[in-house]
């Protein structure tokens, strides 16, 4: 009796040790969002978390990563990985300045961008810098769309984020908002008024998941993550996930 109860209790601990080491074995890797609806939610209403996040953490998960996802505004976010304390950004944008201290992935999307601005508004007199020097244009602190802005000509005045500059637009503070399509056009359908709001596009640019070059074994998690992405794409999950935000 005293011998079976003591192989019972040694079968115990024997799982119980063995779950926890493959619990622990599993890699952890921290990554800073920025809310930009439909990619990236912290708190949206119908719980849904946003295209780009569903994809990394599918690819998170098939990489046997636990992935750590903590939201900032952009500019903030930026900093956090730049001083380490965070391991990556969910998505960046390419630009020289961060070459030298981010590693980016194959493309994970791309993004449409361009003006927002009220009806009655003559976006393409602004764009001609001569006449457009009055403007008031806004863009989202950090983005790199205000180096863009400056590159012509233009003083763009700077908000924390997008759901700022569409308020301030609709509120009249200021002439147009130069941002994403996608995220532009989320925070108008919430609002009153959006039909008084017209968009001209500009361009469409692609984007990365960005992890530090400081990141021990960066090139590997980044080799890792490209060949999950490519799977993603050639199985359909990658289409199926963002049809759930169409």
Not at 139 to 167: A, C, W
Not at 178 to 203: C, N, P
Request: charge should be positive.
């Amino acid at each position: 009796m005293v011998r079976s109860v003591l192989s019972m209790l040694c079968v115990m601990l024997f799982v119980m040790f063995s779950c926890n080491g493959f619990a622990q074995s599993r890699k952890q890797i921290s990554l800073a969002c920025n809310e930009f609806p439909p990619h990236k939610m912290a708190n949206s209403p119908d719980g849904l978390l946003g295209f780009d996040v569903d994809i990394l953490k599918h690819i998170f998960e098939k990489m046997d990563f636990d992935l750590s996802i903590t939201y900032f505004p952009w500019k903030r976010a930026l900093a956090n990985t730049r001083e380490a304390q965070v391991d990556g950004l969910c998505s960046c944008s390419k630009s020289r300045e961060r070459e030298d201290w981010l590693l980016y992935t194959d493309q994970l999307g791309t993004v449409g961008i361009g003006f927002f601005y009220r009806k009655g508004f003559n976006v393409l007199a602004m764009l001609d810098t001569k006449r457009g020097q009055n403007a008031t244009v806004a863009v989202v602190r950090g983005y790199v769309l205000s180096k863009e802005l400056r590159e012509q000509s233009f003083q763009p005045m700077h908000v924390n984020d997008d759901e700022t500059g569409i308020r301030m637009l609709l509120n009249g503070r200021i002439d147009t908002f130069y941002t994403y399509r996608d995220t532009g056009h989320y925070f108008l359908s919430k609002l009153r008024s959006a039909k008084d709001i017209q968009y001209m596009e500009v361009r469409e640019s692609p984007y990365y998941t960005c992890f530090r070059k400081s990141l021990p074994d960066g090139e590997k998690i980044l080799h890792q993550f490209n060949e999950e992405l490519n799977v993603l794409h050639k199985t359909g999950e990658y289409e199926r996930i963002k049809d759930r935000y169409r």
